[in-house]
């Protein structure tokens, strides 16, 4: 708010004539206050406007609904009834990635729309959510021109904060509509058995319902099928996991009773049908919604993701004993398309620098048996080892090295040195020794595989 004061003021109804020097300098000096008042208040008004427009979202659970129509895919079922080409994406990740609701929908698209062109977009990576997923968007969604984008992160975003769960998934959305604002958006929510408390009280676990807050903002229709398997469950038809006799010996699932899952987490065929199901219905209701085009709105929170890109890494920031995989086999092959590009270096000493001026900075590397340990050296300081090589490290799969994050937005320089111990890898080893084909050679080595850079910000080239 701003006031502007004249150079010269009279204040109205207040005249010279019949007023001696005394009464004039009082009725002056009452005025002047009153002005002071009022800039005061017209300063803590906008500064607090100001706090008001940068504090975050407070988070509250909200009630679970199978499906939330809101804007509705108008736009998407607009052109399967013209018979146009039509690019389904499924973004998310094991639940996603697996042969159950994902090729089925698409079926169901297909067989719903014969006359239209259905293409799919596999972009699901287990094990990941949209931490990682805001960064491979551009690469592995927008790059394919998609016309409808089902995202499924609600159950491996399931232990992150809800700020940066709306950091996240609002960088995506901004992302996408930024590149066309009539691609259409869905989230599905999907089930795991440490939901099961929360769903029967009626209430979404903590990254659906953060989900569904930045959902009701931008207008982003919704699919919960979690509720659904709950309900089966207290009903005596559904059993979440096999159960187990005293002994701890899996039983035999009663007749007339479907078994979900064997992990409580991702479906059996049966339990991929109830998803689609589920999600064919709300698709069906949906059906004669009619496009609305998605206009920019104001950010839900003000330091979302919306900038974070991959950068793929470039021979100038890599010492001389990196070598690129081939993408036709190998190691190469098994993560190419998600990463076009793997860079290989397997002695101690050898090493990534560049410089980037931003706020986060990762590598979109690759965990696994052989995998090093990472000395992150970030504007002079260096940190403790960070093992490539987990408890789940019995196979290799993609994973991110944390460079910073939270930074101040300047210029920052890195470097990441491979470490001249190997991690201790007695958590994969101690249980896989016993197996047959044990082979102890494949748990040796100071092996780092580097895809790309995350960054919040650009690279900075002398």
């Known amino acids: 708010m701003k006031i502007?004061?004249?150079?010269?003021?009279?204040?109205?109804?207040?005249?010279?004539?019949?007023?001696?020097?005394?009464?004039?300098?009082?009725i002056m000096q009452r005025f002047w206050m009153g002005v002071g008042l009022m800039l005061l208040f017209a300063a803590a008004t906008s500064a607090n406007a100001a706090s008001t427009a940068q504090k975050p979202p407070e988070f509250q659970p909200v009630p679970v609904r199978l499906s939330e129509q809101r804007d509705g895919l108008g736009h998407v079922f607009a052109k399967l009834k013209a018979g146009r080409e039509v690019r389904v994406a499924y973004f998310g990740g094991s639940i996603t990635a697996a042969d159950g609701w994902r090729p089925q929908t698409l079926r169901w698209f297909r067989d719903t729309y014969p006359q239209a062109q259905i293409k799919e977009i596999n972009a699901a990576i287990g094990g990941t959510g949209s931490d990682l997923g805001v960064y491979r968007f551009g690469q592995d969604v927008l790059a394919?021109?998609?016309?409808?984008?089902?995202?499924?992160?609600?159950?491996?975003?399931?232990?992150?904060?809800?700020?940066?769960?709306?950091?996240?998934?609002?960088?995506?959305?901004?992302?996408?509509?930024?590149?066309?604002?009539?691609?259409?958006?869905?989230?599905?929510?999907?089930?795991?058995?440490?939901?099961?408390?929360?769903?029967?009280?009626?209430?979404?676990?903590?990254?659906?319902?953060?989900?569904?807050?930045?959902?009701?903002?931008?207008?982003?229709?919704?699919?919960?099928?979690?509720?659904?398997?709950?309900?089966?469950?207290?009903?005596?038809?559904?059993?979440?996991?096999?159960?187990?006799?005293?002994?701890?010996?899996?039983?035999?699932?009663?007749?007339?009773?479907?078994?979900?899952?064997?992990?409580?987490?991702?479906?059996?065929?049966?339990?991929?049908?109830?998803y689609t199901n589920l999600i064919t219905d709300a698709l069906k209701q949906w059906e004669a919604t009619p496009p609305k085009r998605h206009t920019p709105k104001p950010p839900y929170i003000a330091d979302n993701w919306q900038n974070a890109q991959l950068v793929p890494l470039e021979p100038a920031m890599l010492s001389a004993g990196w070598k690129k995989l081939s993408n036709t086999e190998g190691m190469g092959r098994q993560f190419y398309p998600r990463v076009p590009e793997i860079w290989q270096a397997d002695k101690p000493g050898e090493k990534i620098t560049f410089k980037f001026k931003g706020t986060t900075a990762k590598l979109y590397d690759v965990m696994g048996p052989d995998g090093a340990q990472a000395v992150v050296t970030l504007d002079g300081k260096a940190g403790a080892p960070q093992p490539r090589f987990d408890r789940f490290s019995s196979y290799h799969r993609l994973a991110t090295l944390t460079i910073g994050e939270g930074l101040a937005d300047t210029v920052h320089t890195v470097s990441i040195e491979i470490h001249p111990v190997q991690p201790n890898r007695s958590s994969v080893v101690d249980v896989e020794k016993n197996k047959p084909g044990f082979d102890a050679k494949r748990y040796e080595g100071t092996v780092l595989r580097v895809g790309a850079i995350l960054l919040i910000g650009s690279i900075v080239r002398d």
């Open 144 to 274: 394919h021109k998609p016309d409808l984008i089902f995202v499924e992160f609600a159950v491996n975003d399931g232990g992150a904060s809800p700020e940066n769960i709306w950091r996240g998934m609002e960088g995506i959305v901004r992302q996408a509509w930024k590149a066309d604002p009539t691609i259409d958006i869905c989230y599905v929510y999907t089930f795991h058995i440490g939901q099961a408390d929360e769903l029967s009280k009626g209430l979404n676990p903590r990254a659906a319902s953060a989900m569904e807050m930045l959902a009701a903002h931008y207008g982003i229709p919704s699919i919960n099928v979690a509720p659904r398997v709950v309900e089966l469950s207290r009903a005596g038809t559904l059993l979440y996991v096999p159960a187990k006799d005293a002994a701890g010996k899996e039983m035999p699932t009663p007749e007339g009773v479907t078994l979900f899952s064997n992990d409580g987490v991702h479906p059996l065929e049966v339990g991929h049908r109830i």
């Open 4 to 26: 502007g004061i004249p150079r010269e003021i009279k204040p109205a109804g207040i005249h010279s004539a019949g007023c001696d020097d005394g009464a004039r300098k009082n």
